[in-house]
């Protein structure tokens, strides 16, 4: 009897324990956020074209639930300086991105409004791209170009997020530019 006791008590802390460690995993996404992209119609056909600022701006207007409204443009680019080089997801967006993804800060911070308005050539690093680039050194301030094109001055560093469920690095995922990329 004490043995299926405790054995009972250790499979309950087992699953409140997996059900804490999902509910962590999911918040790293990003809390009550929804993605919304446009998919193919049909099996076999090509994905349709991103969302537009048209479309962007319907959800934001016509959208009741919403308590805002950020668009992105995520594509994976090389990204170098002072001749070291790291590929990675860069992230287009808009200054609330941070936010509502519950993104914080290890160094610096985010773009704003003004950024966005003048077309300031400036980006955040994630943890991940950061080392590969940089070392220990924060990278703040220096400038990096993006797939051998656009150069950048690093304005923030993104706190660590650690790795997802599936062993992905979620900080390689962790960066973002204006958008006017």
Excluded: Y
Excluded at 36 to 60: I, Q
């Amino acid at each position: 009897l004490a043995i299926g006791v405790a054995a009972f008590i250790a499979m309950v802390s087992f699953g409140r324990g997996a059900r804490s460690s999902v509910v962590e995993q999911f918040e790293k996404f990003g809390v009550n956020v929804l993605t919304v992209r446009k998919e193919p119609t049909a099996l076999g056909e090509a994905p349709s074209k991103p969302l537009s600022a048209r479309d962007v701006r319907a959800l934001e207007t016509e959208g009741t639930l919403f308590e805002d409204v950020t668009p992105i443009r995520r594509r994976g680019m090389l990204i170098t300086t002072r001749g070291r080089q790291h590929t990675t997801d860069v992230i287009g967006t808009t200054p609330g991105f941070v936010e509502i993804m519950d993104w914080s800060f290890a160094g610096g911070g985010g773009f704003d409004e003004v950024d966005l308005f003048q077309r300031n050539k400036v980006c955040l690093l994630g943890d991940t791209p950061r080392e590969a680039l940089f070392g220990e050194a924060t990278g703040l301030g220096e400038i990096v170009t993006i797939n051998n094109r656009l150069r950048c001055r690093i304005i923030g560093v993104l706190a660590p997020k650690g790795l997802a469920t599936s062993g992905r690095d979620l900080e390689a995922r962790a960066r973002e530019v204006p958008a006017s990329l």
